[in-house]
């Protein structure tokens, strides 16, 4: 099995919003088809970091509004956690 590449340094201090901007700009500019092969392959390969990123940065806040609970019969779930 593959292992994933390790994201770029640069890519790991993007705000997720900054992230998913950046992907949806690359996203648009592959759909129009515009692009050299090349690029075309780079952007996507970018794209697909952006993706992972986005994706650790939405488990991270999932994390920080969930909290893991386990039951007296020994089942774990979730509940929200009080952010106030």
């Known amino acids: 099995m593959a292992k994933e590449p390790t994201l770029p340094k ?9 992230a998913l ?3 949806e700009a690359i996203v648009q500019q592959l759909e129009r088809g515009q ?3 090349d690029e075309a392959i780079t952007a996507y ?6 993706k992972r990123h986005c994706e ?7 994390m920080k ?3 893991i609970v386990f039951s007296a019969d020994g089942s774990v779930g ?3 956690t009080d952010l106030q």
């Open 10 to 18: 640069e890519l790991t201090t993007l705000s997720f919003e900054d």
């Open 21 to 23: 901007k950046e992907l």
């Open 35 to 37: 692009v050299k092969l």
């Open 45 to 50: 390969e970018r794209g697909a970091l952006l």
């Open 56 to 62: 650790q940065k939405l488990a991270e806040a999932k």
């Open 65 to 67: 509004v969930e909290k």
């Open 78 to 80: 979730s509940q929200p």
